[in-house]
């Protein structure tokens, strides 16, 4: 729970790399993903389509992610009313290390609801061309396997 969008901001942003925070405690239902490519959601409705951590998807579609870490490098308002703030961001995945793996920008967008600021839209772009390389293999692998399946 985050009592301010700010520190909505920072926690909905952390909780995409391997850490502690509970991914399900940074958002608010619905929460809307905007994505090109293989995603582990779009949108999740019910309480039930949440995973405890966003991690727990790396193992299958970037095991390469497994034990990174995600940090804001910078953010601007760009749109408040009373319930709602949307800020322009940058921010880095870093491997276990502290190297940067990628990096990528977005707009995410915190609502509030009874004093409670998390997470209700997130329409992440400009993601760093290795990072998009990997996320065109794995949309060919993605591809392949449901072909064989189907």
Known sequence: ???NPEKALKDSVEALGTTPKRYRETLHLPMHHISVGVTPIAFYRDEKDVPNYFADFYSEIRPEWIGSTCKLE???EVIRDDEKVAYLLKASRLDQDGLVMSTFEG???LGKMEQDWRLISRNIFNVSKDSKIKQRELIDKWNKKTQELG
Do not use: E, P, R
């Open 1 to 3: 729970m985050a009592s």
């Open 74 to 76: 910078s953010y601007s």
């Open 107 to 109: 707009i995410f967008t």
